[in-house]
């Protein structure tokens, strides 16, 4: 054989062996995939048997990063379970739900039995009815808002408390009242109000706000989420961006705050100094409409603008929060009820960008939960936002520890 043949034999070798290389690569490729060929039949036969019992996850990817496996083993029921917090009515209302479905917390409010706190044994039968713990929530400002005087626990307006205290005895307060929350089983208090208002005593937030000046409040409202967390409850501060200064009550309609400009120089400033280092503080949404933030008639609690603000800080120039978000009560204010059926309000707040629905009953939770779970399968509401919240939540439970 000549050098010139040699040379086209070496050629011709070479691309056929790149050709064979290639093919091998691309049937790799398409094996791992989710359009591989069908199974042969001892395959089929494993798939068959994997898909009798329900999938951990409809996402087509295995989580990965903080809680993997964690998420891995859940249900997305039970994901999107985590995510809602319901009002009970008392002991028996609560085992019931507890039981039915995987939600991650129930509210005590002003109507339920509160011998479901103080019953030997009560409490622990439902959180103990729950595979993964659950929140025990309050609404426990003090004043007008103390929803447990009648066990004994109870404290002056926020008003008040910033008129006649110190920042350090308000501390010691909280600490106090929290530490008898703790020994009831709450773990979380929807408090302090860290809303910037001069409004009349018994106007919407009135007295329930410190002061109109934002420095005093974001002194008073610390002080009072450091001592309900040295007394291990988490406290959420409430109601972001700010209803302060809004045009009325957001449980009997729809309420405007003033322009998102002028909020940064009052109603947000308080939010700089609260959420710069806010331990395992959470954040309650209102249902505000803020010009130029929000859009059209779209509340601050189902609006992605208003939920990327509090994420990033940004534009009002707070820091980034990671941390829990709340919903306002979704099921029992004008704001909400009057324009959206319960499962859309709780898809939409989800979508946006929130971690925990709450609402004050528990009758529609099995509806709410068919509803996200079609929502997930649809792609309406995206798998890795709701790992994303689970995490979160699983994370202020202390269930996880990245």
Known sequence: MGPTRRR????????????????IAVVGCGTDSSSSAAPTSSSASSSASRRSSPPASTSAAAPVG????TLARMSLRQKLGQSIVVGVTGTDDALSLVKREPVGGIFIGSWTDKSI???QGALEKVTAASSIPLMVSVDQEGGRVSRLSSLGIDSPSARELARTKTPEQVRALAASEGKKMRALGITVDFAPDADVSDEPDDAVIGDRSFSDDPATVARYAQAFAEGLQSAGVMPVFKHFPGHGHGSGDSHLGVVRTPPLTQLERSDLVPYKTLLANPGNAAVMVGHLIVPGLTVGDTPASLSVNAMRMLRTGQPYGGPAFDGVVFSDDLSGMGAITQRYPLPQAVQRFLVAGGD????ITTDKVTAVLNSLESAVRSGQLSQSRVDESVVRILKAKGQLRC
């Open 117 to 119: 706190l103080t019953d």
């Open 356 to 359: 925990i629905a709450l609402w």
């Open 66 to 69: 903080c809680g993997a496996a």
């Open 8 to 23: 086209r034999f070496r050629q011709v070798r070479d691309l056929i062996a790149l050709v064979a290389v290639t093919s």
